[in-house]
């Protein structure tokens, strides 16, 4: 680290959204991972793509994060910079039934814009712990409906420092990909494409998925969210509940025993023992059913 490089960030985002050795358990909804060399939260899309510069001009890795639902950080930390998009890129704004949404808006600030507009077809996405960024670069989906079925364009920033704005068409999103994953774009803005619909219906349809979610899934623990992506026929947590692994732990990582598709953070885990516990259950699921479990969840430095 160096503090001249740290004055770059700085001068650029303004010392007061610049730290070094932030640790990213602050930062995930694990709660778990060391500190990150730089931290940096710009406001701005001229911001992200100057900060962006000057790591490749110093030669420093980089990620961008958004409020760390899908991610679990090294103990040891990440040796470079992190960049959040998320508190000061947050801006959701209602056009007829288009919502313009940046990157850091959370998937619950659009589901209330939309309920607020009368706009539905986003109710999927109202519990979805992440923001609009992720969701796009993944595709995000629950309970029936995925990104793709109501994204109009994506604004990005690609490698080179270009901005572009894809229609949807282009962004080729699949199940939990999409070309802004690989082609490693940055997501800055997204348009969202509604229909019209009645208030009520819209806020009751919001609530029966809220319900379902609080009655299905382990939310008063700390977890990355899904932890295994669907395998083709099947689904990853009845693999796991059959294998005999409900409630099954390592150290403080334990399959919740609401919802074995999850791995938690009972109060102390480390990253080491959640990667320790994701390779047994791909190990005892594999043996048991020929059926190899990849993660859905994102990994931050050294493992």
């Known amino acids: 680290m160096s503090k001249e490089i740290s004055s770059r960030f700085c001068g650029i985002v303004g010392a007061d959204n610049v730290w070094i050795d932030e ?38 890795p980089w990620f961008i994060i958004g409020n760390g639902s899908n991610l679990l ?3 040891s930390g990440y040796r470079g910079a992190v960049i959040q998009i998320y508190k000061n ?39 979805i712990p992440g923001t609009l960024g992720g969701a796009v670069t ?15 364009s994506a604004t990005v920033l690609t490698e080179d420092g270009q901005i572009l704005t894809l229609p949807v068409e282009e962004l080729k999103l699949g199940y939990r990909t999409s070309i802004i994953k690989s082609e490693s774009y940055t997501v800055l803005e997204a348009e969202i494409e509604l229909e019209t ?31 295994f992506k669907r395998p083709e026929g099947y689904f990853a947590g009845k693999l796991i509940m059959d294998a005999g692994l409900r409630g099954f732990q390592v150290g403080g990582a334990q399959v919740s025993e609401k919802h074995c598709g999850f791995v938690i953070n009972t109060g102390n885990a480390t990253a080491a023992d959640v990667i320790g516990l994701i390779h047994e259950v791909q190990k005892k699921v594999e043996e048991q059913f020929g059926v190899k479990l990849e993660p859905e969840v994102r990994f931050l430095g050294e493992f």
């Not at 993944?138 to 109009?152: L, P, Q, S, T």
């Not at 919001?206 to 700390?222: A, D, G, N, T, V």
Request: glycine fraction near 8%; charged fraction near 25%; aromatic fraction near 6%.
């Open 197 to 227: 619909g009645d208030q009520t219906q819209i806020r009751n349809h919001m609530e029966e998925l809220s319900e379902k979610r609080r009655s299905k899934q382990p939310l008063e623990y700390p977890s990355a969210g899904s932890t």
């Open 89 to 127: 890129f947050n801006a959701v704004e209602c056009r007829d039934n288009i919502i313009h949404a940046q990157a850091g808006a959370l998937l619950s600030q659009i589901a209330v814009q939309a309920l607020r507009c009368s706009l539905a077809g986003f109710e999927f996405a109202s519990g």
């Open 23 to 60: 640790p990213m358990k602050k930062h995930t909804t694990f709660r778990i991972g060391g500190p990150a060399d730089y931290y940096i939260c710009p406001h701005t899309p001229e911001e992200i793509r100057e900060v962006i510069s000057v790591c490749r001009e110093e030669q420093i």
């Open 138 to 152: 993944m595709n995000a989906g629950a309970y029936g409906g995925e990104m793709k079925d109501v994204i109009k």
């Open 73 to 75: 950080v090294s103990d």
